[in-house]
């Protein structure tokens, strides 16, 4: 059974700096999603990252997958405090797709 | 083009009634999903339905059902509520199932609220 890990779970950080958010998977993935999710909100679709190496952008986000390591990032540039949200990665295959347990991200003025 | 649509928005039941959410894709998608989302367990997936029939399901217990129509329109029903289904119901469709490489759009969602 796919098990997907993000960290951090929580994090606050001051607008105009860099940070990652991390998406570590248990077993072998066959692509890796992120989404974005604002309060009372349903989610986003941000990336779908399909091979190994794979980068897209998008503004100020970034994703990236390396499937050898098992890891996905998100990456945020330049932070401002429209990207305040929950962010989660899903991963998965044909048996099925598995969140994980989402990133917090407050962005502070 | 329209987006995934859910109904109700937002419902509220006593233990042990049953509940039925609905859930109409976009034009043209085959495939439903429907997810779970409490603070506690996060997103959990439920089960997947493509071309009326289920293709894969979560570790939920029996109470949770579904079905597709031949429109694609999805139903989920939980009989016997308990306290700890009180949740955001998430659908999600997308072009085809799951195990091809296509996106998954997600409904508005149903709270649902169990007293």
């Known amino acids: 059974e796919l098990k997907v890990e993000q960290n951090p779970l929580f994090l606050s950080m001051q607008e105009g700096k860099n940070y990652t958010i991390y998406c570590n998977y248990s077993?072998?993935?066959?692509?890796l999603y992120w989404y974005r999710q604002d309060p009372g909100k349903s989610l986003e679709s941000l990336f779908v990252?399909?091979?190994?190496?794979a980068v897209k952008q998008e503004g100020r986000l970034m994703a990236s997958l390396d499937t050898k390591a098992r890891l996905s990032t998100l990456h945020i540039t330049a932070a401002v405090h429209d990207l305040s949200a929950t962010y989660f990665c899903?991963?998965?295959?044909?048996?099925?797709?598995?969140f994980g347990k989402g990133t917090h991200l407050i962005i502070q003025p | 083009k329209a987006g995934v649509t859910q109904t109700p928005r937002y419902l509220i039941k006593t233990r042990g009634q049953q509940v039925t959410l609905s859930c109409s894709p976009i034009?043209?998608?085959?495939?439903v999903s429907w997810y779970q989302q409490t603070p506690g367990q996060g997103l959990q997936f439920l089960f997947e339905?493509?071309?009326?029939?289920?293709?894969n399901k979560g570790n939920f217990p029996g109470r949770f059902s579904g079905r597709q129509f031949s429109n694609s329109r999805s139903e989920m029903n939980v009989s016997t509520l308990e306290l700890g289904d009180s949740a955001l119901y998430l659908c999600?469709?997308?072009?085809?199932?799951?195990?091809?490489?296509?996106?998954?759009?997600f409904g508005p969602g149903t709270r649902l609220t169990v007293t």
């Open positions: 077993t072998t993935s066959d692509r």
């Open positions: 339905y493509f071309s009326e029939t289920q293709r």
């Open positions: 990252l399909l091979s190994n190496g």
């Open positions: 999600a469709s997308s072009l085809v199932g799951t195990g091809n490489f296509y996106e998954q759009y």
């Open positions: 899903k991963g998965g295959g044909a048996d099925g797709l598995t």
């Open positions: 034009s043209g998608h085959r495939s």
